[in-house]
């Protein structure tokens, strides 16, 4: 199963057998986090994002790639934007969005244990009389993880690092913070925090220029357990008619029912 707008695949059965229909706490935003980052830059003509037939950053060898490759075509990225480089080649400037941590936060004492989801049931019977009833369907468990979304920057000159700290920030500020919170990831308080700002040797005997955005995020889990078929009562309602008119007679009707907890008060 694949997670819509993103690589995060679900590879084991437990979510099915143990009824777990939502489970944002670390691959999840994360790859959020960088689809809505790609879908960002492959929109800008400077830092211009472009994947290739397998959805991963396009990094091509460079050798006699005109300076300008990418600007107006998508012969190759300008910028890498992942979790990791996917094979040994080294791409700048690069986006490396990781999870570095979470924890539990219940929504409530019970973690929502009395909560039921109703299934509304419409039944016609042969008169054409219509009625909505209302069964239990499921048991709604859910509850909330808190974690921390580092996005390291790392580039070849400080114009660049810069120019996509601000970037960066802009987006999480306000830009996609609405997107990310419909999409199940909010941004907690809307304040990204900058940290990290280094100048290091590169293996290539140049510079590296380097930052830290950190986010604060908060995702929810969901079990919705299936409760089997109950009956909570039976009905029975008997009119009498009046031959002549064909309607019912006021005043004679039986209406009683019997329902489950009565018959195990009886035993």
């Known amino acids: 199963m694949t997670t819509p707008g993103t690589s995060d695949l679900q590879r084991s059965d437990l ?14 935003p994360k790859e959020l986090i960088i689809s809505v980052l790609r879908e960002e830059f492959a929109k800008d003509s400077y830092y ?21 490759a990418g600007f ?25 969005v990781k999870m570095t941590g979470a924890r539990s936060v219940p929504v409530s004492f019970n973690r929502n244990k009395e909560v039921v989801q109703n299934e509304k049931i419409l039944v016609i019977d ?3 009389n219509e009625k909505e009833y209302y069964i239990p369907k499921y048991i709604d468990l859910a509850g909330a993880w808190e974690g921390t979304i580092s996005i390291d920057i790392a580039t070849r000159d400080i114009y660049s690092r810069d120019n996509l700290v601000s970037i960066l ?19 907690k308080s809307g304040q990204p925090v900058l940290s990290g700002v ?23 889990w969901r079990r919705l357990i299936p409760i089997g078929s109950i009956i909570e009562r039976i009905n029975f309602c008997i009119d009498f008619i009046n031959p002549s008119t064909q309607l019912p007679s006021p005043n004679l009707q039986i209406n009683s029912y019997t329902s ?8």
């Open 169 to 187: 920030m802009m987006m999480f500020v306000d830009v996609r913070f609405e997107t990310l919170r419909k999409a199940g990831v909010l941004i």
């Open 48 to 68: 211009h994002y472009v994947s290739d037939e397998f959805g991963y950053p396009k990094v091509v060898d460079l050798t006699d790639v005109p300076l300008n």
């Open 260 to 267: 489950i907890l009565d018959q195990i008060e009886n035993l």
């Open 15 to 28: 979510y099915g057998i143990y009824n777990i229909v939502q489970n944002t706490l670390m691959s999840y």
């Open 126 to 128: 042969g008169y054409g």
């Open 72 to 96: 107006q075509d998508d012969l190759t990225t300008r910028i890498y934007i992942g979790e990791v480089f996917h094979f040994n080649g080294i791409f700048y400037p690069s986006i490396f």
């Open 198 to 220: 280094t100048e290091t040797d590169d293996r290539q005997q140049d510079k590296l220029y380097k930052a830290t955005i950190t986010i604060d995020v908060r995702t929810e």
